[in-house]
């Protein structure tokens, strides 16, 4: 099986910085994504991590250590617009490898 | 560009009725999956489909069905609607499997009383 977790919440303020992290036990991994959804919207896609190390695409960067089974996402410069719930899902063999999703982070950002 | 489209956007079933969730793509994507999202939780894969005619079960398939006769439709059925089956279901579609970004419909709001 795999296992997922998440905060639930965390508060933040605009201008911080804000890491989410993620914990994952899986038999075997393929891949980890980030997806940020608004209230009553769909998710969109933020970022995929296969290897170690970090990636960074503007204001949010993602990091994954393998060995740990963890990442974060790191949101610098917050804005208003940031406070939304993140989404850690994570590809392992079996299920034609599909990502399983944690239950999510919801991120208020706060003036 | 439309995207990944889903009808309807809110539904109100009574126990034991039926319904079909439209979704449809148009960017020739081959993956689609079906998605329910319930208070505080996670997306739970319902169904996926990885091509016209190939559909297969997710985590939580119990009480629904789906086909995919095209490419570009990949439609949910549910059958004798149940209080449990209350969610917001999510229909997606990538182009090949998930290592690639997925594109979300904007949900289907549905509540069974």
């Known amino acids: 099986g795999q296992n997922i977790d998440q905060p639930t919440e965390m508060t933040a303020t605009e201008g911080a910085i804000v890491q989410i992290n993620c914990t994952y036990q899986t038999s075997g991994f393929n891949g980890l994504f980030w997806y940020q959804q608004h209230a009553g919207e769909a998710p969109t896609f933020l970022s995929y991590n296969v290897l170690d190390g970090l990636e960074e695409k503007g204001r949010f960067s993602s990091f994954l250590s393998r060995s740990k089974g963890y990442s974060y996402l790191l949101l610098k410069e917050l804005q208003m617009k940031d406070s939304a719930s993140y989404l850690c899902?994570?590809?392992?063999?079996?299920?034609?490898?599909?990502?399983?999703f944690g239950r999510g982070t919801s991120l208020i950002v706060h003036p | 560009n439309a995207g990944v489209t889903q009808t309807p956007k809110f539904r109100i079933l009574k126990i034991g009725q039926s319904m079909t969730l439209q979704c449809t793509q148009d960017?020739?994507?081959?993956?689609m999956y079906w998605y329910r999202q319930d208070p505080g939780m996670g997306l739970k894969l319902i169904y996926y489909?990885?091509?016209?005619?190939?559909?297969d079960k997710g985590e939580v398939p119990n009480g629904y069905n789906v086909s995919r006769s095209t490419t570009e439709d990949f439609p949910l059925r549910l059958e004798l609607a149940a209080p449990s089956q209350t969610s917001v279901y999510f229909c997606a579609s990538s182009k090949t499997d998930m290592n690639t970004e997925a594109f979300f419909g904007q949900g289907t709001r549905l509540t069974v009383v």
């Open positions: 899902a994570v590809r392992a063999p079996g299920g034609s490898y599909i990502p399983t």
């Open positions: 960017m020739n994507h081959n993956y």
């Open positions: 489909s990885v091509g016209a005619g190939i559909t």
